[in-house]
C-alpha cells in the first residue's frame, strides 16, 4: 500500500510570489485535506477536496486555493505569498466522507520559507 | 475560547511512569475524535480513535466524555520512545473531514 507522498520536500520564497505544493494520497484515498502547521502550533485546516470539488474550508483567504485531479492526487496554490504563510504544509488523505471512522492519513509535508 | 485546548506542557516524566493528557472541545456537536503523534519535524501519525466506550490499544488507553466535552490519553509503563507531541482532534461535523487540533502537549521521557 502506498502512502501519502509531497513534493516538494523544502521551499524557499520571496513575499509576493506564488507557490504551487503537490500530494499524491494513499491508494484508494479519494479524499484529500490541506493543513498549515505553524511552528509551535496545531495543525489548521485549510480546506478538503472530494470529488475534485472543494468540500469543506477553514479561515483561510481565497490566495490559498487548490485542485484535484481524476487520479485523487491534488495541489496547493498560495498566491502572493506572506511572511506569515512560512509554515509547514500538510496534505493528509481517506476515505469518502461517511466511509470509516473518519480517520485520515497524513504526509511527510513540505515545509515552506518565505523571505 | 479555543476549539480544542490542551495543556502543552511539556511533561517530563522517568520511563516507566504512568502519564495522562486531557484535552476539552467547546464544540458539543462534535463527532469523533482522535489522539495523533508528532515527533519533532514529522508529520502527525494517528496514535488511536477515541469512542465512548473507551478503547485500549496496549500501552494506551483513550477515554472521550460527552458530558464534559473531553478526551483523555493514558500512557502506561512509559518508554524513551514515547518522547512526542501528542495532538488531540475532534472532527467537527458528520459528512465532511473537518479536523480541529489541539496545540499539542510535549511529553519527554527520561532515562
Known amino acids: 500500500e502506498t502512502g501519502v507522498t509531497q513534493s516538494p520536500t523544502h521551499l524557499i520564497k520571496t513575499r509576493g510570489q506564488q507557490v504551487t505544493l503537490r500530494c499524491s494520497s494513499q491508494s484508494g484515498h479519494n479524499t484529500v485535506s490541506w493543513y498549515q502547521q505553524a511552528l509551535g502550533q496545531g495543525p489548521q485546516f485549510i480546506f478538503q477536496y472530494y470529488r475534485e470539488e472543494e468540500n469543506g474550508r477553514g479561515n483561510f483567504p481565497p490566495r490559498f486555493s487548490g485542485l484535484q485531479f481524476p487520479n485523487y492526487s491534488s495541489e496547493l496554490n498560495v498566491n502572493a505569498l506572506e511572511l506569515d504563510d512560512s509554515a509547514l504544509y500538510l496534505c493528509?488523505?481517506?476515505?469518502?466522507?461517511?466511509?470509516?471512522?473518519?480517520?485520515?492519513?497524513f504526509g511527510p509535508g513540505t515545509r515552506l520559507t518565505v523571505t | 475560547r479555543k476549539e480544542v485546548e490542551q495543556d502543552p506542557g511539556p511533561f517530563n516524566v522517568p520511563e516507566g511512569a504512568t502519564v495522562a493528557f486531557n484535552c476539552t472541545y467547546s464544540n458539543s456537536a462534535s463527532q469523533s475524535f482522535f489522539w495523533y503523534r508528532q515527533d519533532c519535524r514529522k508529520e502527525p501519525k494517528l496514535l488511536m480513535s477515541?469512542?465512548?466506550s473507551g478503547n485500549e490499544d496496549g500501552r494506551f488507553t483513550a477515554q472521550l466524555n460527552r458530558a464534559s466535552q473531553y478526551i483523555s490519553l493514558l500512557i502506561r509503563d512509559s518508554k524513551l520512545s514515547d518522547s512526542a507531541t501528542y495532538l488531540c482532534v475532534v472532527n467537527m461535523a458528520s459528512g465532511t473531514y473537518k479536523y480541529i487540533f489541539g496545540t499539542g502537549t510535549r511529553l519527554k521521557v527520561l532515562a
Open positions: 493528509a488523505s481517506s476515505l469518502p466522507p461517511g466511509q470509516g471512522d473518519y480517520e485520515q492519513y
Open positions: 477515541v469512542y465512548s
